[in-house]
């Protein structure tokens, strides 16, 4: 039982060349890795991931725990940076294809 949860933990996470992707598309500069656009846009896919394997999954609350933790966590960081730089947050939301206020 137990490793089978592991097995599915890892099956759910991103990948590093799929972080790495998502990391390279949203840099501001060469440099740059954890920027709000940056860490916005890898929850964003992690959260899709995560959706997909509850529709499968639907009694799995303990993912579904983490899922909302995500989202809280990316719904701050997105009022953050429309509060910091409303051009930077229209580009990500378009971009990712995300709903506005």
């Known amino acids: 039982m137990l490793l089978s949860l592991i097995y599915i933990t890892?099956?759910?996470m991103?990948?590093?060349t799929k972080k790495s992707k998502i990391v390279k598309e949203h840099k501001t500069s060469e440099t740059d890795t954890g920027s709000a656009s940056v860490q916005i846009a890898v929850?964003?896919?992690q959260i899709k991931e995560l959706s997909s394997h509850l529709r499968k999954n639907p009694k799995d609350?303990?993912?579904r725990r983490g899922l909302l933790k995500m989202v809280?966590?990316?719904k701050k960081l997105?009022?953050?940076l429309k509060r910091e730089d409303e051009k930077e947050y229209k580009?990500?939301?378009k971009k990712l294809g995300l709903k506005t206020k």
């Open 10 to 12: 890892i099956l759910d």
């Open 14 to 16: 991103l990948t590093k």
């Open 43 to 45: 929850l964003t896919e």
């Open 61 to 63: 609350n303990h993912s």
């Open 72 to 74: 809280s966590k990316r």
């Open 78 to 80: 997105m009022e953050w």
């Open 91 to 93: 580009k990500i939301t």
